[in-house]
């Protein structure tokens, strides 16, 4: 006799079609709340912070409609996430979109409740603007935390005409408020052209380790995170992915593209090569559905965002 999982699963295929059921991520229960919670699935649709193309508010919306393909197994790491933790989509958050200052507020204050209840927020973006509310909460609770960020920019310019506060700005913001601690920080894919040759030395600056994407052409990533495991060491570390940082081939959905990015595949060595890692939250920003007619894009994040949670603090892989 098929034993009863003990946590709420995914709504499988077979119970009824994919193009059917709730429109959660993973079709997973809804809850209100995150109590009770291990981890939880919740959206941020801001995306008053971009500076090109605009989009990305509905990003959560189609990485669940793209999420109804995967299954609660991971047959590469052989990780059952569902089997270890209680996992559920708690919705989005009622940002202002007409008012920057209270979305920060309003994104922070509900971070504040789901730490709150020791559950581990994955974050369907929205830009990268919201990685900012969500750090200051995690000081709240963690003090200052490392961070593996994936993206084809560094975010941490000092301005974007004349705002403090955009999606290229968070994590100068965040070193500034103590959030980060650079010296646990390291930053992969990051590329294109620039506005100087020092364009990404004010991170290196703060102790960040930067490795651009040119540096990992042509290679499996696979023995860069063995490194990063180590650098990285005990402690809170939150993971912070850009779609942006993949090549426009793959990820082209997104309103900052830029060439020569990294692949699919080197995407899934980054996220798996952090297991072991104390990870305390993770965001998969800047999907920009009205780009990604293929939805090849908003399916790619989905993925992603499952691969981020086979690999939380407590999750198996053998």
Known sequence: MTETPKNPQPLGGNAMPRFGGPGTMMRLPAHESAADLDACFVGVPLDIGTSNRPGARYG?????????L?????????????????????GDIAINTFNMAASLEIIERAYDEILGHDCVPLTLGGDHTIALPILRAMKSKYGPVGMVHIDAHSDTSEAMFGESITHGTPFRRAVEEGLLNGERVVQIGLRGSGYSANDFDWARDQGFRVVPADECWHKSLTPLLEEIRGSLGPGPVYLSFDIDGIDPAFAGGTGTPEVGGLTSIQALEIIRGCQGLDLVGADLVEVAPVYDTSGNTSLLAANLLFEMLCVLPGVKSS
């Open 70 to 90: 995967l299954r609660p197994y991971n047959m590469a790491t052989r990780a059952a996430p569902f089997n270890a933790l209680k996992v559920a989509d708690i």
């Open 60 to 68: 959560p919306r189609e990485i669940r409609n793209e999420s109804v």
